[in-house]
Nanobody, 116 residues
């Protein structure tokens, strides 16, 4: 029952917004740094963002800075990724991952498609 479940993906036009959610269960969510990672078709995994347990310290890949915001609600065991000003190159399957001796625990992913 240790799992991560992503949701919130979908089809959006360039310049649009989506908010991804990842609900954790089966472990003490508040004790772990969380990450968002994405994979575009035919491409490798690309780390996007992380957030520390305090919910304050965050980092982003350069290509999404100023457009994406990661946050977490430890009371709800949920990490979010607010994505604004979406571009076609943001299209990918987005995964959340628990950071614990590497990224051993991943969700199933949620598809984000940015297209006109």
């Amino acid at each position: 029952q240790v799992q991560l479940v992503e949701s919130g993906g979908g089809l959006v036009q360039p310049g649009g917004s989506l908010r991804l959610s990842c609900v954790a269960s089966g472990f003490t969510f508040s004790s772990y740094k969380m990450n968002w990672v994405r994979q575009a078709p035919g491409k490798g995994l690309e780390w996007v963002s992380h957030i520390y347990t305090d919910g304050v310290q965050t980092r982003y890949i350069d290509s999404v800075k100023g457009r994406f915001t990661i946050s977490r609600d430890n009371a709800k065991n949920t990490v979010y990724l607010q994505m604004n000003s979406l571009k076609s190159e943001d299209s990918a399957v987005y995964y959340c991952a628990k950071e614990d001796f590497g990224f051993a625990l991943w969700g199933q992913g949620t598809q984000v498609t940015v297209s006109s």
